[in-house]
């Protein structure tokens, strides 16, 4: 049995990450950190977690693997020592996501405390990224939005039927907000409404740019170039050759789930005319994905209930055939898929284990 | 004081008219007829509203005024002989809102019941169209939909800053499905959960393009020509000059409310570059709604729990500076503002009475 | 027009408050008061409150009519030198409800702050003290679960159905608890879940069993004497002659309302025996309630959503006819009945206005 | 592996039955059958099934085990035969439950099924009755209401500490009505809203009135005779001995989860004086359950959150010192310990399998 520890327990990705491991086939949980939390049993600050005879340490002890669930800058500063010594660590929060640290501190506000480990540290999109996991030591777990959203976006993207001209609406339940309190999570305030936020520009954008534009196929021949799609600044030249990107995300009056609905306009010819279109993009999505365990391709657009709980991401791509636009949606349990169940299923990759394994439990509906 | 009858009580929005009228000062309701209904006390059938001594009956009786609460095709019906016979009425159902007789057909599945009224009618978004619907006797109410989404883009539209290339996300609260049962709607499957729906088309978009596209500036100059933006299918020949316009409906566990996100993108120069252009086009907003009761411009995003219960449609313009793109999110109450708020606003119009009258309350909030 | 002030506006009473008012026929809101938020306007606050031109101040300024809305302590600090200086308020924190001291000072852990206004204060649940609330110039707003027990039970205590041993199990929604930030409120946690609380005693015990000792008839004959049903402790000397009451509040996951499930042992002979005692139950309380305009009797079990915004109490006895128990169920909006309506009630009385003047509008429902 | 089969997998109850079978060590589904939609793909009904590649069937094939998730009469019509075949099943209906039918036609209006059966069926509260459990071919599987009051009062009563006079307060998630449609369970109805129903008599209170005579009990000597607690009607024929119970189910906004508060009066001397009461009946508790995997004894008044998605039964019990009374305190999920979990727990203890096998999973929280 592999020791496992997580570091900052008490946040609700942390949480979530014990109760995966619970029934983890190889790794058994055997230390969990939390300041606040410090000195307390794990089953007074999280009842649900009863099943483990832990206590909370103010740092976690000898471990064959740990998981961050820090907030950023707290998280590179915990797991730069143990990468160092040696213990692959899977790290939830944003530190090692962001290649450019320029770019971190321009998102994050902060310098990047340890940005010596960005090279070796690989952006943990298992499905799209299996290869460099295996061979890790520090994964950058994917933000929610990011898994959601590129999930969504990459069968297209690497098939080249799309201009690099993307909307993604995404609407998230509160648990995303993390556990700490803010008026906007307040259940009277949260309650029956909707709001976006985020207009200026959320943490997760510049992520979910950098892996549209690390897997987007270098422009060679009759694909639409950038400036033709973005018509302002008639410049253009704030992007770079990056794609363009408007991502929108809202709030939404539930514990658990993300939906992200995604839109860019078909490149000419990319798919036949028509109400065939939709068929085809099915198509293309189905082979993308085929084998993979935790992304599906559905027929009918699916409910973020169907992934209460579970580390799946269902994925409904088609053709609004009267504009020409891919309409894509993905639904993905945010504290699952979209944090401590895709830490797991890239700890599984890196440790040469199942990738399903401790993952491989129906979503909890309704 | 005018006697008012509703046509149709037993659905949300006859409720909601029928509680929002109780307040008005000039009008007064006299008669409710319901099918399923009929011949029970109004109190039995909505506890809420049994400060009415009303009993709900077959059809309504001798009225000044009248509103129908019909599905469509069946409003129709109800609703020709009363203009024929000169009493003034406001329909809330689909069935006089698209020109094209041929076009409603498609969308709804039947004939037209009374395509001589059509000219007629007057599409009753009372912001847009305050003099047409002075001098009508029959009021085509707009949906709930296309009430948040042209609100939200009218001024843009308007003012020539946009292409016409639009996306239209909107959530909508569950109570816009109506009062009859549907597994999607019963409370252990909506809850917590958050889906797309009508992938396809939704009935809205007729209704929404049509109007949008009345609204449109002819292009004569340099605007950016349809076909530039829309780049697929090669042809560009199906849209017939319209805007193209793609609507995605979401579904979302609360009872009252629709959030819509727009996004089109700017045309070139619309707008001073980088942030100034927030500012900007949030004066465009604001010069185009001052002095509207019904319609204000915020400066920070808005919830639909600001709305809920009054006739207010919130709308936050900005500017996504790294795309070029207008984002503009809209608020309202879709039993309220997109239904029978709206329907009583245009009864005021119609009838020269101020036209906030009974309309002037708070949201309940929270 | 009276000139009102609220102190305090910036909690959820507060804010009621100010709904409430808007459409007062002989009320104005001139001031507001807060101190977080003071220099702040106050649609910035509250977005729903736009519609009126006010901006927070550290205190409120020259008014005709005061309502506290302050937390416990610091309500009777400000409230003191308004009614020393002859300005009638509503209070609707606890500091004048109970009438004894001491009682305070174990409950709610301070010294009372002004133990000398106690005598002249008037506790405002309008139906049951009307003439005395007329009189007053210093009224104590009942709690909101007092307010729906109380309004359950006083016909049946009056009218010597039942024994002193009642169980009051409440179900309350979140904005109970106010607008502060805690754990319990967060969405994530609160939603999706019920929960019992202050199982020890909460501090509107002593409230109801204060208001139920006053209105309990004095055991002369027949009546079966306190002991007989409390059967522990034997010696059942900690009560002092007063009702037994267990009262065990809920969290719902819901924001507004209260619901309250009541529970005596009817008296030998109170009643007629069998299915009849429930229709003889209903008759004793639509006679007691007869004429209120804001407690409506009714024949089916009532939803908290009956009353979302409305200043209702709907109150359903019956029997359990296995057990000889009277059961009563009531359900009001905690905001409103159960603080800002009945506050408002409350004024209307003490000055003379009809008692319905700005409360008069049906319930939001769906 | 053994075998299993659902008979209609449709409802709730049916599916979460597939759904917590899916880790069974040593079970596997094999046949499912629903009438409504036979023939289609169990994938389709349900999506979060997809994990299984069944198709939902007429009627279900070869098993060594079957799961009836009829409703009532139907249920039995279709386990009668499996029975007398010699296949062992758990009935999930209510089916089995009343050992005397004349009762059963009473409350279910209908003759038994299948009279012949009863006296072989054991009641399926696993930790009250687990020796029948282990020698039975049929099982009735308890009521998700009287799973929690049983659970909750069962300590209390064995150790004859409380007087036959017992009132429980339930609050249900609304999946406890089942997937079927109706206008109290709409979303727009549900949200925002409690009610209590049933108030004449829930089918579940003979079930709890029948269990808890058995198990209470005979009064010998000083215990407190019934007809003293009970003062209505005075001659106290009506209840034949058994305790009297007044139980009152409430609808509370959430999805799953049931908290049933239950009061009873302590006997004189049961408990040690004052506070040092509420320590002495949670020892009562603790060695009541000690051992057993899914009755947890805690510490702090529970939420339901805190069992969603798993079969444990958390149990609070305490004193209010003021009134002598015992007050419980139950949270189960409605369908995993309310149904499918004890379900599946009574399938393990039949065929000898080890008690918590399919069933040891964290609850998902938040």
């Known amino acids: 049995m592999i020791k496992v520890g997580i570091i900052n327990v008490t946040g609700y990705a942390g949480a979530e990450l014990a109760r995966l491991l619970y029934n983890h086939p190889e790794a058994r949980l055997v230390s969990v950190s939390g300041r606040s939390a410090a000195g307390k049993?794990?089953?007074?600050?999280?009842?649900?977690?009863?099943?483990?005879?832990?206590?909370?340490?103010?740092?976690?002890?000898?471990?064959?693997?740990?998981?961050?669930?820090?907030?950023?800058?707290?998280?590179?500063?915990?797991?730069?020592?143990?990468?160092?010594?040696?213990?692959?660590?899977?790290?939830?929060?944003?530190?090692?996501?962001?290649?450019?640290?320029?770019?971190y501190a321009q998102w994050y506000g902060v310098e990047h405390p340890a940005p010596d480990l960005l090279p070796s540290a690989v952006y943990g999109l298992t499905e799209l990224n299996r290869e460099a996991v295996k061979g890790s030591k520090l994964i950058a777990n994917p933000g929610c939005y990011p898994t959601g959203a590129l999930l969504a976006l990459a069968p297209a993207v690497k098939a080249g039927i799309i201009a690099p001209d993307v909307i993604i609406d995404s609407k998230s339940g509160i648990s995303g907000a993390g556990r700490s309190l803010g008026l906007a999570y307040h259940?009277?305030?949260?309650?029956?409404?909707?709001?976006?936020?985020?207009?200026?520009?959320?943490?997760?954008?510049?992520?979910?740019?950098?892996?549209?534009?690390?897997?987007?196929?270098?422009?060679?021949?009759?694909?639409?170039?950038?400036?033709?799609?973005?018509?302002?600044?008639?410049?253009?030249?704030?992007?770079?050759?990056?794609?363009?990107?408007?991502?929108?995300?809202?709030?939404?009056?539930m514990t658990r789930g993300i939906l992200s609905t995604c839109y860019a306009p078909l490149l000419p010819g990319a798919l036949p005319p028509g109400e065939a279109a939709k068929e085809a993009v099915r198509e293309v999505y189905r082979d993308f994905y085929q084998g993979e365990p935790f992304v599906r391709v559905v027929d009918a657009p699916p409910a973020t209930k169907h992934t209460w709980g579970n580390n799946l991401c269902l994925v409904h791509p088609t053709v609004d055939v009267r504009t020409g636009r891919l309409v894509v949606v993905s639904a993905i349990d945010n504290l699952v898929k979209g944090a401590a169940g895709s830490a797991i299923q890239n700890m599984n990759v890196m440790l040469g284990l199942p990738e399903t394994a401790g993952l491989d439990a129906p979503a909890v509906y309704p």
Chains 1, 2, 3, 4 share one sequence.
């Open 41 to 103: 049993p794990l089953a007074e600050v999280f009842p649900h977690l009863a099943c483990y005879d832990l206590t909370v340490e103010p740092e976690i002890g000898d471990v064959d693997f740990a998981f961050s669930a820090l907030p950023h800058a707290a998280s590179a500063d915990a797991v730069a020592p143990l990468v160092r010594a040696g213990v692959p660590v899977v790290d939830i929060s944003a530190d090692f996501r962001l290649k450019d640290p320029a770019e």
């Open 187 to 253: 259940f009277a305030e949260a309650d029956g409404s909707v709001s976006a936020y985020a207009l200026d520009g959320h943490r997760h954008l510049p992520e979910i740019v950098q892996e549209l534009s690390l897997m987007w196929p270098k422009a060679e021949g009759p694909a639409l170039p950038v400036q033709t799609v973005r018509v302002w600044p008639p410049e253009g030249k704030a992007q770079g050759g990056r794609p363009s990107v408007t991502f929108t995300p809202h709030l939404v009056p």
